[in-house]
């Protein structure tokens, strides 16, 4: 179980407090999908569209980087 979990609305990391997925959380989702790729899309897409309801001030194209931009 990550301790790097999303508070939300603001979608900040809980143990480091950076911009959800911050950079340990990537990896232990880069790591946990190895095999799975196209489920982390999804899954990270739909972290995106509820971001993007909390923080409807945000620039949709930072939110996608922020969200999607980082999955090879
Ligand atoms: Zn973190």
Redesign the pocket.
Known sequence: MTQ?GPVLPLWL?E??D?PWP?P??RDELLGEYADVSPSLTLYMGTCLVSARQDMSWAPPDTLRLRFLGWIP
Do not use: V
């Open positions: 790097h990391c143990a480091c950076r911050c340990p959380r």
